[in-house]
């Protein structure tokens, strides 16, 4: 499976079982990092599958086509919009960006990012420029990208028990149809 858009949540399934060593050379591997991220988020946001969803496939593109950290957030958005919508897209595609918000305006986020995270940070462009942070300020799912970003950086604990893709499978069919 390359990084095509995904067309069925049966290829989404497929695609995040696949997930191929760590994530980002990370203490979990790719599947417990999404999964661990859709379940921050259902804690957090219990009522807002799109939230949920954009958490469990915000890193497919880095699936699908692997050592691409500069480019897997827009690549991993186009894969999913067909799929999952605009909203879910827009997420997956502003995860990097809002990373380096985050690093950009909060001086002590830095210091919550793992060695990996850093690393891809220069990848993704570093910190961002006075208007590429306002930029970010007009966008109205900012908030959204900055809880999703939170949760993928709490989303790397060795051996953490958390709902499986069983558990998800009905919640994509569900996000998939609207």
Same mark, same amino acid.
């Given at each position: 499976?390359?990084?095509?858009?995904?067309?069925?949540?049966?290829? &989404?399934?497929?695609?995040?079982?696949?997930?191929?060593?760590?994530?980002?050379?990370?203490?979990?591997?790719?599947?417990?990092?999404?999964?661990?991220?859709?379940?921050?988020?259902?804690?957090?946001?219990?009522?807002?599958?799109?939230?949920?969803?954009? #958490?469990?496939?915000?890193?497919?593109?880095?699936?699908?086509?692997?050592?691409?950290?500069?480019?897997?957030?827009?690549?991993?958005?186009?894969? &999913?919009?067909?799929?999952?919508?605009?909203?879910?897209?827009?997420?997956?595609?502003?995860?990097?960006?809002?990373?380096?918000?985050?690093?950009? !305006?909060?001086? #002590?986020?830095?210091?919550?990012?793992?060695?990996?995270?850093?690393? !891809?940070? &220069?990848?993704?462009?570093?910190?961002?420029?006075?208007?590429?942070?306002?930029?970010?300020?007009?966008?109205?799912?900012?908030?959204?990208?900055? !809880?999703?970003?939170?949760?993928?950086?709490?989303?790397?604990?060795?051996?953490?028990?958390?709902?499986?893709?069983?558990?998800?499978?009905?919640?994509?069919?569900?996000?998939?149809?609207?």
């Amino acid at each position: 499976m390359s990084a095509d858009a995904l067309l069925s949540v049966d290829d &989404v399934l497929a695609l995040l079982r696949r997930g191929p060593g760590f994530a980002d050379e990370e203490d979990v591997d790719q599947l417990a990092h999404a999964l661990q991220c859709a379940a921050r988020l259902e804690q957090e946001a219990p009522l807002d599958l799109e939230l949920q969803i954009a #958490g469990l496939v915000h890193d497919i593109a880095s699936i699908a086509a692997p050592d691409s950290p500069a480019t897997h957030a827009p690549v991993g958005g186009r894969m &999913v919009r067909a799929l999952f919508g605009t909203r879910v897209a827009q997420l997956v595609s502003l995860h990097a960006d809002a990373k380096r918000y985050l690093v950009t !305006t909060d001086p #002590g986020y830095r210091a919550t990012l793992s060695r990996r995270s850093l690393e !891809t940070l &220069v990848a993704q462009g570093g910190l961002l420029s006075d208007p590429a942070v306002a930029r970010m300020q007009q966008l109205p799912e900012l908030e959204d990208a900055l !809880t999703l970003r939170r949760a993928d950086d709490g989303a790397k604990v060795a051996n953490a028990s958390v709902a499986g893709l069983d558990h998800w499978e009905p919640v994509l069919r569900r996000v998939a149809s609207t």
